[in-house]
């Protein structure tokens, strides 16, 4: 059975930290590009940022220096570094798993980030 599950969601202040995992089972893990999205209330679920098996990254233009993929390959996990975290990233964040050029693709359940004060 294929499963993505994030963790380390919470409630930060705005310029606090927190690290997000997502660990995977049931798959080939070198075969997966990961990447974790952002849904806020009312808005789509956009890409964040993503990470090749090779460590190639793209990142959206919001989170750039501040946030930092990664993944362990002999672990079978992904992470989220995030940084200097902001109101405006507040949303639940999703792990997504896809291989490309097929129709494979598997999401998490989120986790929930809230920046205030």
């Known amino acids: 059975q294929v499963q993505f599950v994030e963790s380390g969601g919470g409630l930060v202040q705005p310029g606090g930290s927190l690290r997000l995992s997502c660990a995977a089972s049931?798959?080939?893990?070198?075969?997966?590009?990961l990447g974790w999205y952002r849904q806020a209330p009312g808005k789509q679920r956009d890409l964040v940022a993503s990470?090749?098996?090779?460590?190639?990254?793209n990142y959206a233009e919001s989170v750039k220096g501040r946030f930092t993929i990664s993944r362990d390959n002999a672990k079978k996990m992904a992470y989220l570094q995030m940084n200097m975290l902001k109101a405006e990233d507040t949303a639940v964040y999703y792990c997504?798993?896809?291989?490309?050029?097929?129709?494979?693709?598997?999401w998490g359940q989120g986790t929930q980030v809230t920046v205030s004060s």
């Open positions: 049931g798959i080939t893990f070198s075969r997966y590009v």
């Open positions: 990470i090749t098996f090779g460590e190639t990254t």
């Open positions: 997504n798993g896809r291989v490309l050029g097929t129709a494979i693709n598997y």
